[in-house]
């Protein structure tokens, strides 16, 4: 599209340069030029150029406007075709700012055209003989006007007023006949009901309505029929063109004035520009259809930094005034207040008064000493002077520059009897509440806005419908605007992958989730309690009314496919952690650990958002870890409670009371806490250290994980009815998910858990399955626990499994809660809290720093020799080695192979044996195997081989074929050249 600028260059050349080349004949007469129209033929010339206000118009046809518009209408083109046939001429180079489709470029300018079409129809009624527009209006016949008793000619012609008749179908048939109902309906040109379809403005004046780039957008009408509770004015619905947040009335008119007089009036309604600009305040601009809103003061500040407020002298125009202050301050534009005499608007003041401008130059008051003068004016009440102050503190802070600031918290303190340092107080603080969010955290550059709309209260959402006796007939919702107003509330769709979504509401960089009911219901509220009908411009719909019209189509309005409508421009960015950094979130504050320590941040400084349930619902005070110093440095055992805290004393015991193990289970927790997922995940495998067959429980190991969970979001599931082919096993996580145990896992049995079932969950992520939703892949830390050890075989299971043993410490008999006193996180008060914050931070900071430390066993290897072999054979082992070891023989009578490997005392570990007598042998010892089939020498091998493995660390014993025997030795085959399977 071609850019603003090169627009405004095209716009800046002289309308009679422009024009010249496509009329011959044009000559100057008096202060205009004229010719015979090039749009028809003539006898009489009515062809007029006012070189002076830079417009045409065409007395035969009713064709008028600015260079671009004659440039259109004579070849016959888009807006932006005859732009660039101006800046080609003129050796202006175009200069684009984003591209668009062809598709989109070509409706756009048949909507365009449209709209000029519509807008010569109605200029050339209001000239037609007979209609009493111009009376009724005007205050006159049409040679009236051009006595200038009321609007000049020239108004009339310069600003392409116009008139719908009092006719249903007037434009509705010339529609029909070039086929564009469907476009004029979209429009909002002609409007439908049912089948029907009729003219939206009818017996009005038309005002054209035109953007800053000049193009025609929309259409106002003020009421001129005799029923006099008809909206006095209305104007074209939203539309592809018409944004009226995006547009101001005179604004492409006046564009020229502001930039040279260096600041814009700024009125309300068509009337008050047009008489503002014919009596000499050509920089006059209005919003029309709306209050102000942000978008036009932002529109504002392209032309100027400064705006003189203009509005009605009656109570609501004081209200506006008041209002709009705030608005333009946002935008760093100096506002000045001019308040008119009561019972005048800008139209009938500057027609009454001569020495408008003189009124206007001396009357206005700067818009923050405006505020300050109203609000204080003989206030007596200390507190309603304190409340007044404050209401000026704040206006005064939407000022981004601190001179600014600084100079009106001088002014108000020097005027109003207050100390400068109380009032820069007040404005300090202003600065910095209007940066802080409801919920304690500060907001700062407000990331992962939905839909920002400036001001919501007053959005026109919805249209009222009105019937011939201008009773209310219908309320018609716009559900673009709709769905529009509901993203302001922060509602969305989150795209979680490229197949699942959800609803969620972000506000102030929290993301929650979010389901029908719960935006039904804010909804609802919003409309009770904050809506502004009046602002809005509401005439017959109030709250009762409005929300009758929702609750009877709540599914349509309220549906899912509405809501996917509502989203972010993109992806929403998430404050997560890094390879080196882990981050907690409290109500104060957000804390980074890093290998070096920890630090609390401001919110301001965070690049994201995070879930609501990862946020910590207390404040973070830093505080030296005492804990970790013993009362006795040679000593493991610590005091009673170490000076950690309750939960860094109870590490300790379940470590076994063992410094080493104690630090590799607090890296163990930095590794759970850290919500990073690219590199080589290991699933954390928490079992018992108790030797006994049937375990108690009770060690603190799903203590430990709920433990964890109080700083991170935490999912469990319960284990005994794991089930890995269960598609809806996980349907408890959540996208906001970090930490996920499998509690209690079955570890014997026809259901017993296999790690192989989780390996690809560990490594690339489980699969959500929920109702309502779209399965959803998602990756967290997860944790295993078991009463006994899991079945854990293979190389690439083992590496990525922490297995960490807990001592049998706390048991049924002995509770964390007898040994405290208190129940863990319940009872606790502030300064528990801290230091069990302070601990996390440590463990965090220690896995960084050293990764996760390679716990210690306790009984791990033999439980697990217990399990998946049997007491019998450990026995018999073990018996075997001490053999070995004193006399070279493994038992009496056994007569083997020494080729190889002679008798010494370094037992089992050295000596070389015949599987197949050694399978005998144990089963003459133990006579029972003899009666299971399922014993057979293939499992005595495995054991012989899992034996080699957990207790001996020897992961491929070596084995050989010699004589038709079978060979076996507890050594690594790598060790050794003159053993081989193969020979």
């Not at 109003?416 to 600065?431: F, G, I, P, R, W």
């Amino acid at each position: 599209m071609i850019s603003n600028n090169c627009i405004d260059k095209v716009r800046d050349i002289d309308i009679v340069q422009v024009i010249s080349p496509y009329i011959t004949d044009l000559k100057k007469v008096g202060s205009n030029y004229k010719a015979f129209t090039p749009f028809g033929n003539e006898k009489t010339p009515s062809f007029t150029v006012n070189q002076q206000k830079q417009f045409f118009y065409c007395f035969s046809t009713g064709i008028g406007g600015d260079a671009i518009s004659f440039v259109m209408e004579k070849k016959q083109c888009p807006f932006m075709d005859a732009v660039t046939t101006i800046a080609k001429d003129h050796g202006i180079t175009i200069e684009y700012d984003s591209e668009v489709t062809e598709e989109q470029r070509a409706q756009k300018a048949d909507y365009l055209k449209l709209n000029q079409a519509v807008l010569r129809s109605y200029q050339k009624q209001l000239l037609d003989a007979g209609n009493n527009a111009i009376e009724f209006l005007f205050g006159g016949s049409f040679n009236s006007i051009r006595e200038g008793k009321s609007f000049t000619l020239e108004s009339v012609l310069q600003w392409q007023l116009g008139y719908a008749p009092n006719s249903w179908d007037f434009i509705t048939k010339k529609c029909e006949r070039s086929n564009t109902v469907e476009e004029a309906a979209e429009l909002g040109i002609l409007s439908k009901k049912g089948s029907k379809t009729f003219d939206f403005l009818r017996e009005r004046i038309v005002f054209p309505i035109h953007n800053h780039l000049g193009q025609l957008v929309a259409f106002g009408g003020r009421n001129i029929g005799h029923v006099s509770e008809s909206p006095k004015y209305i104007n074209s619905p939203q539309s592809s063109l018409y944004d009226k947040s995006q547009v101001l009335y005179g604004l492409w008119q006046s564009a020229q004035a502001i930039r040279t007089k260096g600041y814009v009036i700024l009125t309300e309604g068509y009337t008050d520009v047009i008489s503002c600009h014919q009596y000499g305040l050509n920089n006059t601009v209005a919003s029309c259809g709306t209050a102000l809103q942000k978008g036009h003061a932002t529109l504002l500040k392209k032309y100027t930094n400064k705006v003189t407020v203009m509005y009605d002298g009656d109570v609501a125009g004081h209200k506006a005034s008041l209002r709009s202050i705030n608005i333009l301050a946002q935008e760093g534009l100096l506002v000045s207040i001019c308040q008119l005499p009561g019972g005048h608007d800008p139209d009938s003041f500057v027609r009454s008064h001569p020495n408008a401008i003189e009124y206007l130059r001396n009357k206005s008051i700067d818009g923050v000493q405006y505020l300050t003068n109203k609000l204080q004016s003989e206030v007596d009440d200390p507190i309603t002077r304190s409340n007044n102050f404050q209401i000026i503190a704040n206006t005064i802070s939407k000022y981004d520059q601190p001179v600014i600031r600084e100079d009106y918290a001088k002014w108000v303190a020097r005027n109003y009897d207050l100390s400068k340092s109380v009032m820069t107080k007040l404005v300090d603080e202003a600065v910095k509440k209007g940066k802080v969010t409801s919920n304690g955290h500060k907001n700062g550059a407000k990331k992962n806005r939905v839909i920002e709309l400036d001001n919501p209260t007053v959005y026109p959402f919805f249209e009222e419908k009105f019937d011939d006796n201008d009773a209310l007939k219908e309320i018609k919702i716009n559900r673009f605007r709709f769905v529009q107003l509901l993203g302001s509330f922060g509602y969305t769709r989150h795209e979680i992958n490229n197949d699942a979504t959800t609803f969620v509401r972000i506000k102030d960089n929290v993301i929650k989730h979010t389901h029908k009911d719960e935006i039904i219901d804010h909804f609802e509220k919003f409309l009770r309690t904050e809506y502004d009908f009046d602002g809005a411009g509401c005439t017959a719909v109030d709250y009762e009314s409005l929300i009758n019209k929702f609750y009877s189509g709540l599914g349509s309005f309220f549906s899912k496919d509405l809501f996917n409508r509502v989203r972010t421009e993109q992806q929403i960015v998430f404050n997560q952690d890094g390879q080196d950094t882990i981050y907690l979130y409290y109500r104060n504050g957000f804390v980074r650990i890093t290998g070096d320590g920890y630090k609390l941040l401001d919110y301001a400084a965070m690049e994201g958002s995070v879930w609501e349930d990862q946020l910590l619902e207390r404040d973070f005070k830093i505080a030296e870890v005492a804990g970790l110093k013993f009362a006795d440095s040679e000593a493991k055992k610590p005091r009673k409670e170490i000076e950690g805290g309750i939960f860094a004393d109870f590490v300790f015991r379940i470590a076994n009371e063992d410094l080493e193990r104690f630090q590799s289970l607090c890296s163990i927790i930095g590794y759970l806490m850290h919500d990073y997922y690219d590199y080589k995940l290991k699933a954390v495998n928490l079992t018992d250290s108790s030797l006994s067959d049937e375990a108690d429980g009770r060690s603190g190991k799903t203590m430990l994980c709920k433990i964890i969970g109080w700083v991170r979001s935490y999912c469990e599931i319960n284990g005994k009815n794991f089930n890995a082919a269960d598609k809806n096993k996980y349907e408890d996580a959540k996208p906001g998910t970090q930490f996920l145990h499998i509690n209690d896992v079955r570890s014997k049995g026809v259901n017993k858990f296999d790690f192989e079932d989780i390996f690809n969950d560990v490594t690339e992520g489980i699969i959500v399955n929920q109702k309502y939703m779209k399965p959803f892949r998602h990756r967290a830390k997860m944790a295993i626990s078991s009463n006994n050890p899991i079945n854990i075989v293979g190389g690439s299971q083992r590496d990525r499994v922490i297995e960490f043993e807990l001592s049998g410490y706390f048991s049924a008999d002995h509770s964390p809660e007898q040994e405290y006193g208190s129940w863990f996180g319940r009872d606790w008060d502030e300064k528990e809290w801290s230091k069990f914050d302070n601990f996390m931070c440590y463990c965090g900071q220690t896995f960084l720093k050293h990764g996760i430390l390679k716990p210690g066993t306790i009984n791990l290897e033999e439980r697990k020799l217990i399990k998946f072999t049997s007491h019998e054979f450990l026995e018999f082992i073990r018996e075997v080695d001490s053999n070995l070891k004193s006399s070279g023989y493994p038992f009496v009578g056994y007569i083997g192979n020494t080729d190889h490997a002679s008798p010494i005392p370094n037992g089992i570990i050295d000596f070389e044996f015949d599987k197949k007598k050694f399978y005998e042998k144990f089963t003459e010892f133990y006579s029972d195997y003899n009666n299971h089939r399922w014993f057979t020498q293939n499992l005595f091998t495995k054991w012989l081989k899992l034996y080699a493995e957990l207790h001996l660390g020897i992961k491929q014993p070596q084995q050989r074929r010699s004589d038709g025997k079978s060979m076996f030795l507890f050594k690594e085959e790598s060790t050794l050249n003159l053993f081989s399977k193969k020979e």
